[in-house]
């Protein structure tokens, strides 16, 4: 009994990892972040085959909303681009109407199951709203088979839930306005800064009162002291 409950859990754990390695195999976009309005280079990885099968190619879609894109040359992979209609923009003075829709990398010699292959784009984001997502679907070919990373979540559907999620970029603040951010948070500390500062006076003990007045007072009560000691003296004297 022991022995079949033992063959099991192995059997389940093997199960789960299995699982685990082929969600973290999906074709994905790094760091996969990047701020609106602004540009960013995202680098897909493919970490293996199709059942075994190398791969032989990789067709990434470009979004009509991403005004540019422009791939990395790779020393083993062919690199080539299609052309689409893009949402109309204005980009150093000019509206883009037309921009890269497709990037295709085809492998000069086929990656072997088990390799790891990158591929570097540099991109123009859309302005948008922090958390935006932008979505590549991509295909991975192979000499057998192929992978379509095309799946796009439902609204209220998590993608870790997908089976072959589509590659994503989400969009962080604007560069302007995260810098703005660090000069408000900066503004609402100086305030404070000021009054501590002016409430303390440089030369002034924890009462307000300056060093030199403290000395002074010090001073002139121990002369008056002296004088006392002295006219006391004197009186006894006299008597």
């Known amino acids: 009994m022991r022995l079949k409950t033992t063959w099991v859990a192995a059997a389940t754990g093997a199960l789960t ?6 969600a973290g195999a999906h074709v994905t976009a790094a760091p996969g972040e990047g701020a609106s309005d602004g540009y960013t280079t995202q680098t897909f990885s493919v970490g293996h085959g199709c059942e075994g099968s190398p791969t032989t190619q990789l067709r990434i879609q470009v979004p009509p909303s991403v005004p540019t894109a422009t791939p990395v040359v790779h020393p083993l992979w062919d690199v080539s681009t299609k052309e689409g209609k893009k949402d109309p923009v204005e980009l150093h003075g000019e509206e883009i109407t037309t921009g890269v829709s ?15 292959a990158q591929f570097a784009v540099s991109l123009k984001l859309p302005a948008g709203e922090e958390g935006d997502t932008l979505y590549f679907p991509t295909v991975q070919k192979c000499e057998k088979g192929a992978h379509r990373w095309i799946q796009i979540p439902a609204e209220g559907e998590s993608g870790e839930e997908l089976e072959e999620p589509a590659p994503t970029v989400v969009l962080t603040a604007a560069e302007g306005e995260e810098a703005a951010a660090k000069d408000d948070a900066k503004a609402d500390t100086q305030p404070v800064a000021n ?3 002016a409430a303390v006076p440089a030369g002034e003990d924890d009462e307000g009162a300056p060093v030199w007045l403290v000395v ?4 002139v009560g121990a002369l008056g002291l002296i004088a006392g000691v002295a006219g006391l003296r004197a009186a006894r004297k006299a008597a």
Request: hydrophobic share 50%.
């Open 17 to 22: 990892l299995a699982l685990a390695g082929t």
């Open 102 to 116: 497709e990037i295709v990398y085809t492998a000069k010699n086929p990656l072997p199951e088990g390799r790891l």
């Open 195 to 197: 009054v501590q500062a």
């Open 216 to 219: 002074v007072a010090l001073g």
